[in-house]
């Protein structure tokens, strides 16, 4: 039992570490709000009174 949990121990962290990550990037202004969202691309976007995720 405690090989199986082992084995499957790297695997669980790395799906941990993504959701981790894509949870992180999740933006949602209010609708009477406006965020710039700048970083490895060249033009940043703003984002008016709704969700999306920058990551993607």
């Known amino acids: ?5 082992l084995a499957f121990l ?4 790395i ?9 992180q990037g999740y933006v949602k202004a209010p609708p009477d709000h ?5 970083g490895i691309r ?7 009174g709704r969700a999306q995720n920058p990551v993607l």
């Open 1 to 5: 039992m405690t090989e199986l949990i």
């Open 10 to 13: 790297p695997i669980l962290v």
């Open 15 to 23: 799906i941990a570490l993504l959701i981790l990550i894509l949870t």
């Open 34 to 38: 406006a965020y710039i969202i700048s």
């Open 42 to 48: 060249k033009e940043p976007r703003v984002l008016i």
